[in-house]
């Protein structure tokens, strides 16, 4: 986990600038510094739109601009190599069966 939020750290402004103009889901994970969180509602990642995401760390849900302040991982998973890389890593270490693709 600490390879994948290196990574997420290091290149989050242009995580951020890639994303706009896509889509948030429902069950999105998504990261900012202050953590991880969950996306509760889909929505368009524009400047005008919200979406509600619970944040892990702070154990409660926020509404929040949809773009700008926090990276889409699950999108980014799909989008860039060493992300999708990383997540199915992550999954390895939660299954008995090691590391599995992430689609």
Same mark, same amino acid.
């Not at 601009?65 to 990383?86: C, P, Q, S, Y």
């Given at each position: 986990?600490?390879?994948?939020?290196?990574?997420? $750290?290091?290149?989050?402004?242009?995580?951020?600038? =890639?994303?706009? #103009?896509?889509?948030?889901?429902?069950? /999105?994970?998504?990261? !900012?510094q202050?953590?991880?969180?969950?996306?509760?509602?889909?929505?368009?990642?524009?400047?005008?739109?919200?979406?509600?995401?619970?944040? $892990?760390?702070?154990?409660?849900?926020?509404?929040? =601009?949809?773009? #700008?302040?926090?990276?889409?991982?699950? /999108?980014?998973?799909? !989008?860039?190599?060493?992300?999708?890389?990383?997540?199915?890593?992550?999954h390895?270490?939660?299954?008995?069966?090691?590391?599995?693709?992430?689609?």
């Amino acid at each position: 986990m600490n390879k994948l939020e290196a990574f997420l $750290r290091k290149n989050f402004d242009a995580l951020i600038e =890639k994303q706009n #103009g896509r889509e948030h889901a429902i069950a /999105d994970i998504v990261w !900012r510094q202050a953590g991880w969180g969950v996306l509760r509602e889909s929505s368009p990642i524009t400047p005008t739109n919200n979406v509600t995401v619970y944040w $892990r760390a702070q154990g409660q849900e926020a509404k929040m =601009k949809a773009a #700008g302040f926090f990276v889409n991982v699950t /999108d980014a998973g799909r !989008r860039f190599v060493a992300v999708k890389e990383m997540i199915g890593t992550l999954h390895g270490l939660f299954s008995d069966e090691g590391p599995r693709p992430v689609s």
